[in-house]
């Protein structure tokens, strides 16, 4: 397949938009809330060298439709389930962050058997109240201006490192887009009281679970509560990472979950 392409396709008469490329077993990458495929895009050099990489926006993100339903997390894992069956992929790897890391965690327990590995990253889903942090990203999202984007990227990277201007103007005009803050109100309304504890035991693919030990998003201690829930479950510990290692340490993070995927 080689370098990586954006591509699209129809999944339930919505447009969705992914990007594709590199050679190997399927790996898909999953992003989080208010995000989209891009987010990846540091991390994609490294791991399109030993994997088929297919990273979609999520129905409702970046530059997929965003059709006027409740954003559900049911409606979300069926989604995903709509998606590989539109692009026609079997088994496959698969990589959660944040709120896309608590989308994969869902579809795993329905979906199992579609998945050889999973890898979560800071997943949501155990601590459902909105935290100081997420009201600030609300903030950001429903009333969006420079300053306060600027912030909330700098707490996502874990504070210390600067924030790419263009980051924060592609973050504003993703969240100008027609339909786009009718989205994150439904997903926040919907997650409001979402504890997705429970149902972690009934995991059965091998997973691993990475955490920035620098997390102010979704703090470290909630780690625990997955490794321990999930039967047969790695931790890696990211040093000096917020909550999206795989932007701040891209080689680092690539390296740590190859090595559990082609264990």
């Known amino acids: 397949m080689g370098m990586t392409v954006e591509k699209f396709v129809m999944v339930n008469d919505q447009k969705i938009r992914y990007l594709e490329g590199g050679d190997g077993f399927t790996l898909i990458l999953i992003h989080g809330l208010g995000a989209s495929a891009d987010r990846w895009l540091s ?10 990489l297919i990273v979609p926006d999520l129905i409702g993100f970046g530059d997929s439709d965003k059709p006027n339903v409740n954003y559900t997390m049911e409606f979300f894992v069926q989604f995903l389930q709509n998606f590989v069956d539109a692009i026609k992929v079997g088994q496959f790897d698969i990589i959660g962050s944040s709120f896309g890391g608590q989308i994969v965690a869902e579809y795993s327990v329905i979906h199992g058997n579609n998945i050889k590995k999973m890898v979560l990253v800071s997943p949501s889903g155990i601590n459902p109240r909105l935290t100081p942090f997420m009201k600030k990203y609300s903030m950001a999202m429903f009333s969006p201006n420079k300053q306060r984007i600027k912030e909330v990227f700098q707490m996502l990277n874990g504070s210390k490192n600067n924030v790419d201007s263009a980051l924060v103007e592609e973050f504003i005009t993703r969240m100008q887009q027609p339909k786009a803050k009718m989205v994150a109100t439904s997903i926040l309304i919907n997650l409001r009281d979402r504890d997705i504890s429970k149902k972690l035991s009934e995991i059965k693919c091998p997973s691993l679970v990475v955490w920035g030990d620098d997390d102010p998003v979704i703090t470290l201690r909630y780690a625990k509560i997955f490794v321990s829930s999930i039967k047969n479950c790695d931790f890696a ?4 990472c917020g909550h999206v290692p795989f932007v701040e340490k891209p080689r680092e993070f690539s390296e740590i979950v190859s090595k559990f995927l082609k264990s």
Do not use: Q, T
């Open 43 to 52: 991390v994609i050099p490294y791991l399109e060298k030993n994997f088929h």
């Open 237 to 240: 510990l990211m040093k000096g």
